[in-house]
């Protein structure tokens, strides 16, 4: 970090989400985009020039030149430049799925608190503004004890050579998609205790729709995400005295509407700005400054939670991908 506290951000992967989180550090002050480094040189300068950042040939000389790395490779890659991110001491911001199992997830944790870097994983709901007045609303005036979640998203026009399609990067509507929902469901309901999920296998032998029925510590959680339907959405959120829907599209939420059983409704309406992708972004800018190597709000534990939810279902389905060899 520079002495003025400006961070120098990295990136990893220069593709279509890689993009969208340049753009939105226009957004977050005290941060620049220092270099891109992308197995394909061409791609990885293409990213770098309109920021005049400096597209490198080798991640680690990446490494050696930023203070913050954010992996937007495909998730089958995701713990091999976290862990060589934090052996060189640098901390990470990780695009969603972090793995693709909780195995994986496990070493990328464990080397993150070895090396005592800041990890977090790019899970950017419950940093938008709506998002956060939700729960400090919810806070003051609750709706009793929650104990469903209800929510999904499934996207029908994926084309066929989208990355979702692909066994060999860990693809999926569960891993895509639905690790959204997994986060709703933990955040509200704790730790899933039984996962029951049925779906479908496509010819490239992803799952392109899953549906969970789950049982979490705090009630149960019905999510659905799929890559071969069109059901975008809203989210529910219920509890002993009310209700919170989430107007669609929940994972970027702008609006929410709050109905107690006295009859008293209230909307919430927080429009973001900069793509969203700033928000997460600036609270990990805000933890890297005051020294934190954990979130409070995305923590390790939430990751873990998450991805136990997708490897049960992955389990229940059977969809197995070829690296996994354990
Ligand atoms: N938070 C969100 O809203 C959001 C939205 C979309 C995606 N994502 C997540 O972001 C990640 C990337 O998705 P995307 O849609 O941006 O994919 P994408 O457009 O296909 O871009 C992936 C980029 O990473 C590079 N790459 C892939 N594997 C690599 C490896 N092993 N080593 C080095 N570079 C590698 C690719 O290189 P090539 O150009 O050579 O292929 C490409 O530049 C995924 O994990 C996805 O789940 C998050």
């Known amino acids: 970090m520079g002495n003025d506290n400006t961070i120098r951000w990295g990136i990893v992967g220069a593709g279509r989400i890689a993009r969208r ?25 293409a990213l770098a020039a309109p920021f005049g950042a400096r597209a490198f040939e080798h991640f680690d000389a990446l490494l050696g030149e930023v203070d913050a790395v954010y992996i937007a490779t495909h998730q089958d890659s995701h713990p091999e430049y976290a862990l ?4 060189a001491g640098k901390p990470v911001l990780c695009e969603k799925p972090a793995a693709v199992n909780a195995r994986a997830l496990q070493t990328m944790i464990d080397a993150a608190r070895a090396s005592k870097r800041l990890f977090m994983e790019a899970m950017k709901p419950p940093f938008y ?7 400090a609303h919810l806070a003051a005036d609750p709706i ?11 996207i029908a026009n994926v084309p066929a050579t989208h990355p979702s399609f692909s066994m060999d990067i860990g693809g999926g509507a569960l891993l895509d998609i639905g690790i959204y929902e997994a986060f709703l469901a933990v955040d509200w309901l704790g730790e899933a205790l039984d996962v029951q999920t049925i779906g479908r296998i496509g010819a490239t032998g992803v799952d392109t729709f899953a549906s969970l029925n789950v049982r979490h510590e ?6 659905f995400c799929g890559l071969d339907l069109q059901g975008r959405g809203d989210a529910l959120i219920a509890g002993t005295g009310g209700t919170v829907t989430i107007h669609e599209n929940w994972w970027n939420p702008a609006r929410a509407t ?17 793509g969203g992708l700033n928000y997460e972004t600036a609270h990990f800018c805000e933890l890297l400054r005051a020294g934190a190597i954990e979130s409070p709000v995305m923590s390790h534990a939430t990751s873990m939670r998450m991805i136990a939810i997708t490897d049960a279902a992955r389990r229940d389905l059977g969809v197995r991908f070829p690296f996994e060899t354990e």
């Open 21 to 45: 989180f340049a753009d939105g550090l226009a957004h977050v002050p005290g941060t620049v985009l220092a270099g891109v480094w992308s197995r394909r040189a061409e791609s990885a300068g």
């Open 218 to 223: 705090r009630g149960i959680s019905q999510l």
């Open 144 to 154: 009793g004890d929650i104990g469903l979640v209800r929510a999904g998203c499934s």
């Open 84 to 87: 060589r991110a934090f052996a």
């Open 129 to 135: 503004p709506l998002y956060t007045q939700l729960r």
């Open 258 to 274: 709050i109905m107690y059983l006295d009859g008293r409704k209230v909307e919430l309406d927080a429009p973001f700005e900069g």
